[in-house]
């Protein structure tokens, strides 16, 4: 039998022990829970290192979308996926469906150029907006990020650094197409009348003015905005918002001489100051001094028409194209609307338009200028009015029976390129029956279907000389007969046609009359002609780098007024939020 101190000694043990177990164990417990709560925060941490990654990919995404809009809709799977490695994980987005899918990622949507909505991730895109989908990861661990961003087509009707004012009779409102005028603003279906708005950056106390009558009402289906005050008439009516001492609409500003063509091969000179019958601009026309069409207005065929001076026309303009003035732009007689007639007006000096009524007179595009004066009188105008001079006062609006109509459309303005023919001529011998040897000038002309995309490098966004060779110009020649063949109606036949040296031999059509100018095939292309083209192309590069954006078909250049606002201001974060 034990003694009642081994009993104590027994018990004592069994305490302690029992309490050094539970030290123990707890001991454990302390460091599993050291341990979770390490890797509770090592998750953390990583996860949110992935989310950091994801939204350095996105930002990536919109840099690139503020040099190139149509990121993402062009181009291989290469050209549309954006990869980056970090140091503490790496991210990555597509626009391409396909690498999407190989991913397991969803696929990003650019819809920056779309007038309409489109399906996108878990959600409808609107128009004018681009949807990034960026996967970051790190350690392991993957955030997916969505980013929307979104960019309005050019919201004025009318803008102005300086001053607007209107007598009466103003209509502002906006259309998503701007065909459905075709009968008439007064025959719009109501469920087609947007918005229009107008907007003065000066700070003036008399801003915007919209005076109005009984007789001459006006309308503004949008927002009225000024950075100074805002006055209404009786007979003034503004649906949207009155907006005074606002900020400034941010407005665009443009140098005309950065669309000076002088010195490309292949400009006509307009060698006249005046003209007494219509002015037909096809190609590219350029004219040093003032330039007066004293009646049957201008006509554009994708024209594009340059004046180092002040030019004014009679008989109003039709057709495609784009003009530039150094000087003040006066159009008298606007033409009737049309959906083929689309034009921008750039002037660096004061510019005027003057109808014959609302209903008669018309004109649709942009019209822009630097000047201290803009007037519209008795006209519809289809697309902006944009005053954008930065001196004194600003640019001063005065409307007097004006109805004048936003529309996306009217204002995206994307022009081919500014290379057209350039001036080569060459001496040919041909031998004709019963005169001999003559000796002829020819003129090359370029394929119609060249397209000077082929000259273009787009890793370096530019139009490269390098790529003219004799196989990718390969021009055509007209014969300007001037000989006696053609002063005697002799319907010759041409048995030999050559060239110089330097040309080598030209395939033609043996049967081929020399009455009338004809067409020929080349065989070999002229190594001065080459260089001719070379020259061109330098000059045009130049051109298109001032006035490029990126995304329209390669070597176009745009007049869209969003293509001059600063980056800052194109692009605007609608959503950042982080799906998974």
């Not at 102005?160 to 409102?173: A, D, E, K, N, R």
């Not at 530019?462 to 063949?485: F, H, I, N």
Request: a negative charge; hydrophobic letters at 40%.
């Amino acid at each position: 039998m034990k003694s009642r101190g081994e009993a104590c000694r027994g018990i004592g043990l069994v305490t302690t022990l029992g309490f050094t177990g539970a030290i123990v164990l707890l001991a454990f417990v302390c460091v599993a829970a050291c341990f979770a709560q390490l890797t509770i925060s090592t998750r953390g941490q990583r996860m949110a290192e992935a989310e950091l990654t994801a939204d350095a990919v996105a930002q990536l995404a919109g840099a690139r979308l503020l040099t190139d809009p149509a990121f993402g809709n062009h181009g291989a799977a290469v050209d549309k996926t954006l990869e980056i490695t970090l140091p503490q994980g790496s991210a990555r987005l597509t626009f391409d469906a396909d690498q999407a899918l190989r991913w397991g990622i969803p696929v990003s949507r650019n819809n920056l150029a779309g007038l309409d909505s489109l399906p996108g991730y878990a959600r409808t895109l609107p128009a004018y907006s681009v949807q990034l989908l960026a996967q970051g990861q790190s350690g392991g661990r993957t955030r997916l990020l969505e980013v929307i961003l979104n960019q309005p087509p050019f919201k004025w009707a009318i803008a102005s650094t300086g001053q607007v004012h209107s007598t009466g009779g103003l209509q502002v409102l906006g259309v998503k197409d701007f065909g459905t005028l075709i009968n008439g603003i007064e025959n719009l279906p109501p469920e087609q009348i947007l918005p229009g708005h107008l907007v003065s950056d000066s700070s003036d106390g008399q801003a915007l003015h919209l005076d109005s009558s009984v007789s001459a009402p006006t309308l503004v289906t949008g927002d009225a905005q000024s950075m100074g005050g805002v006055n209404l008439g009786a007979s003034t009516t503004v649906r949207g918002q009155v907006k005074q001492h606002a900020e400034s609409a941010k407005l665009p500003e443009v140098v005309v001489e950065n669309y000076d063509p002088a010195g490309v091969a292949g400009v006509q000179t307009i060698s006249q100051s005046t003209l007494s019958s219509t002015l037909n601009v096809s190609g590219i026309s350029r004219r040093t001094g003032s330039l007066t069409v004293n009646q049957g207005g201008l006509a554009l065929d994708e024209g594009y028409l340059y004046v180092d001076g002040d030019l004014e026309i009679y008989g109003g303009l039709s057709g495609k194209g784009a003009i530039f003035s150094t000087g003040d732009v006066k159009v008298h007689g606007l033409s009737q609307f049309a959906t083929s007639n689309l034009q921008a007006i750039v002037a660096k000096g004061n510019l005027e338009l003057d109808g014959s009524g609302p209903g008669a007179s018309s004109f649709q595009g942009l019209l822009m200028s630097g000047g201290g004066q803009l007037k519209a009188r008795q006209v519809t105008l289809v697309g902006s009015f944009v005053g954008t001079s930065r001196n004194g006062q600003g640019s001063n609006i005065d409307l007097d029976q004006v109805k004048l109509v936003a529309s996306p459309q009217a204002i995206h303005l994307d022009f081919p390129n500014l290379l057209m023919q350039p001036q080569h001529t060459k001496h040919v011998q041909v031998m004709l029956p019963g005169h001999g040897l003559q000796t002829h000038d020819v003129t090359p002309i370029l394929d119609p279907h060249l397209d000077i995309s082929r000259f273009y490098d787009p890793v370096a966004d530019r139009l490269d000389p390098a790529l003219v060779t004799s196989t990718s110009l390969k021009p055509q020649y007209r014969v300007y007969d001037g000989s006696v063949a053609k002063d005697e109606g002799v319907a010759a036949m041409l048995t030999g046609f050559y060239t110089t040296a330097d040309d080598g031999p030209l395939s033609i059509d043996p049967n081929v009359s020399t009455s009338h100018p004809q067409m020929l095939d080349s065989g070999a292309v002229s190594a001065s002609l080459i260089a001719s083209y070379k020259e061109a192309l330098i000059k045009a590069d130049a051109i298109y780098q001032q006035a490029r954006q990126r995304g329209l078909p390669k070597g176009h250049f745009s007049l869209d007024p969003n293509t001059f606002l600063q980056s800052s201001d194109k692009l605007r974060r609608l959503l950042w939020r982080v799906v998974e």
